[in-house]
């Protein structure tokens, strides 16, 4: 679990027009956030907080941008759970007694400590990253795979086995599938690019040989299902990670990975599994 907590004490001596930024990238976060992994939290304090003038910083917000007071931070809030006052702190050691997972403070961070200080939502979406990465693990990869991936997805067969491999071997297949996650970003139309994966991105991926696909056996070893949608489907293409082989299905409509297959590799004429 990542616990993201708004911090308004950084708003204290800051100018509207920087609160604003801050609440509006706080919102986009908020909406974009897995809800399986994500928490939101906050202890109710902005709603109390003045400036040095004795200005309530609440207010000042509803009179700069009355649609951001009044409508978007009651339906933000209406999504994150209420801590007791006093518990968020800048102690982040402090505040793992009570939340041991992950914590970062959502406030105005020009000059960010570390990836557990957020002040836009260029940060979140980097540090999000960052921290998801941090925390793989066997149990926690499916949780964490839509953050760690935004255009790789696992079969739930390809789930199991990757999981089922160790920590070890799930660590140096997790470089590959963050080099086949950057090629999808660059990826914008046609159909996927093999030699570009190959020279650009360093991905051992090549094709079955003719041999293969027109054997009706070891085609239906590479008869994978991909999802719901999509349904059982020839994955011809796969990548070589030492012993191991990752058979893939390129979608070409939303420029997506689907990851079918991880194990051992499959029969050809040649080569008896």
């Not at 400036?51 to 917000?61: A, H, S």
């Not at 790789?152 to 789930?159: E, P, V």
């Not at 041999?211 to 994978?224: I, M, W, Y």
């Not at 999509?230 to 994955?235: A, F, L, S, V």
Request: with cysteine; aromatic share 12%.
């Amino acid at each position: 679990m990542i616990n993201y907590f708004f911090y308004p004490q950084t708003f204290a001596s800051e100018a509207i027009d920087a609160m604003i930024k801050c609440l509006n990238d706080m919102n986009e976060a908020v909406l974009c956030c897995n809800q399986d992994v994500e928490k939101f939290r906050h202890d109710e304090s902005f709603y109390s907080l003045h400036d040095k003038d004795g200005n309530m910083t609440y207010q000042m917000i509803c009179d700069a941008n009355p649609l951001l007071g009044y409508r978007v931070l009651p339906a933000m809030f209406r999504h994150f759970q209420t801590v007791p006052s006093g518990v968020i702190c800048e102690d982040l050691e402090g505040l793992r007694k009570n939340y041991p997972i992950e914590c970062c403070l959502f406030g105005i961070f020009y000059d960010p400590k570390d990836y557990n200080h957020i002040g836009c939502l260029a940060d979140f979406k980097k540090n999000r990253i960052t921290i998801a990465r941090s925390l793989v693990a066997p149990h926690t990869f499916q949780k964490l795979s839509s953050l760690l991936f935004e255009k790789l997805k696992f079969s739930d067969d390809a789930l199991r086995q990757y999981i089922a491999m160790g920590q070890e071997v799930m660590s140096g297949l997790m470089a590959v599938f963050i080099r086949m996650n950057n090629y999808c970003m660059s990826w914008k139309d046609g159909s996927i690019q093999v030699c570009k994966m190959q020279t650009d991105f360093g991905i051992l991926i090549s094709d079955e040989s003719d041999t293969v696909k027109n054997d009706s056996h070891l085609c239906a070893q590479r008869n994978f299902f991909v999802s719901e949608k999509i349904g059982y489907q020839k994955c011809f293409l796969h990548v070589k990670v030492g012993n191991l082989r990752i058979h893939i299905f390129p979608n070409n409509e939303d420029n997506t990975i689907f990851i079918t297959y991880i194990g051992k590799h499959l029969s050809t004429k040649k080569y008896k599994c």
